[in-house]
């Protein structure tokens, strides 16, 4: 299995809902990550984890909550977001080392 | 951080080589460069990286300048199927805490 999957594909939510991304990979890799990515931009880094803690926060505002339960899931609570931050949220994994395996990505509308 | 400079568009004909330059001028001595590609919207793809010797695989060749400061991939016979944005990268940090710094991109377009 060399595949990183990301559900919901597409989530719509109000700015007073609560709403987390979900992300599994099943290829043992122990860095998983969350990008952010506007239309027409390159991904902007959000979070790494390694060995399910969290190493890296890119001064990410606090109505992103991530959440590593296990080596194999990675989550994005949100609460409380702006229209602004309707973006493709993508996750990521690798060892930690080389590459990085990209998923398909959530499409997030804030309204 | 490094920064990466790329051309915003490149057109290329069906069966030829598709040369993509990256401009890293402020790279350090122990960060790689990485190229992906996305295809409309969906994940970013891995397609090579390097240090500083030149690299091959079955995708794609990369070409890294002796001072490190430029690199260009290689698609040696592009398809429509490489139809796509391209980014070079910069990947800093160490184990465990690597970040990959993304360029602009470079907005490829295979022409029949």
């Known amino acids: 299995d060399t595949e990183v999957t990301q559900t919901p594909k597409h989530l719509v939510m109000g700015m007073t809902n609560k709403k987390s991304l979900k992300c599994e990979q099943h290829?043992?890799?122990?860095?998983m990550y969350w990008y952010k990515q506007k239309a027409k931009k390159p991904p902007e880094l959000m979070f790494v984890?390694?060995?399910?803690?969290?190493?890296i926060n890119e001064s990410v505002p606090s109505r992103f909550s991530p959440e590593c339960p296990n080596s194999s899931l990675l989550n994005l609570h949100l609460h409380a977001l702006q229209p602004e931050d309707s973006a493709l949220y993508l996750c990521a994994s690798s060892r930690p080392g080389p590459e990085q395996y990209f998923g398909p990505g959530t499409r997030l509308t804030v309204t | 951080d490094a920064k990466t400079t790329q051309p915003t568009s490149m057109d290329c004909a069906e069966g030829r080589a598709a040369n993509l330059p990256c401009n890293h001028s402020t790279i350090s001595g122990n960060e790689y460069v990485y190229w992906y590609r996305q295809i409309h919207s969906q994940g970013p793809q891995y397609i090579i990286h390097g240090l500083k010797n030149n690299e091959t695989n079955e995708m794609a060749s990369l070409i890294i300048t002796e001072d490190r400061k430029s690199s260009t991939l290689i698609l040696p016979h592009a398809t429509l199927r490489d139809t796509a944005v391209y980014y070079c990268i910069v990947r800093k940090g160490f184990s465990g805490t690597y970040k990959y710094i993304f360029g602009t991109g470079t907005r490829l377009k295979v022409l029949a």
């Open positions: 290829m043992g890799h122990r860095a």
């Open positions: 984890y390694s060995y399910e803690k969290l190493s």
